[in-house]
DNA sequence: TCATTAAATTGTT
DNA sequence: AACAATTTAATGA
């Protein structure tokens, strides 16, 4: 179908500028920072790419840069389930990199995104070696536990409204994706993919985020106004169909 | 730098 | 799925 590993063709060494969105380097001392920046690489990927595939073998721990990515895996029936959207900041991957296990999903880009991977050796040199490296992954499994089980919840409500605020919510996580900021460049279309509604669906569901102040329409984005709101959507009625099955069970 | 054109994205039906 | 309206990006003088 598409193009494959991007990543292991056109590679370079990382500008200035994108080792200062690599959030982890921060908390590296000199000797480890130095030997990371080192060894790692970036490549661009283009829309469909994959950046890793289920079963794979592990040889990075991938970070986005720049773009968005989405976290799938394919069942049986030939259908798809979304995990995650991964905006800039956010690394994956460690779970597998520590085991040195397969990878057990794939990870493609949304659109064109540039990815930086550090070399599983080196990966594991930083475990080895460095504490405040410990910590950002340690810190970066747990969040990420919780993500995954919210998402087990998302995927069950019945208000669609309130599965796209859920939804913009998790991409909007701070410590999983430091790199967003207050505006998430997302088209409607990609946010319709990594939710799995239709587009059209999307933009209402938008339009209605906006009009109770959670959120803010832009072209190819979106700003969040009021991000407890977005988590809770306590202002978003549950559908009926919704209340029922609470009522009865 | 500005004007024109093409491409992308959005809002609606 | 198709459409027109709007915004951005690209092009070249």
Known sequence: MTHDLSLHHRRRPPTQAELR????????????????VAALLVGDALPGDHVCRNGRSVTYWFGVVEGLLKMSNDNADGSTVTFAGLPPGGWFGEGTALKREPYRYNIQALRKSTVAGLPIDTFHWLLDNSIGFNRFVMNQLNERLAQFISAREIDRLGNLDVRVARSLAALFNPVLYPGVGEVLRITQQELAYLVGLSRQRVNEAL????????????????????????RTSLFLDASPAMAKREKYG
């Open 207 to 230: 339009a209605a985020l906006q009009a109770h102040g959670a959120i803010q329409v832009e072209y190819g984005g979106l700003r969040v106004l009021d991000l407890e709101s977005l």
């Open 21 to 36: 969105g690599i959030p982890w380097l921060q908390q590296l001392g000199p000797e480890a920072r130095e030997r990371a």
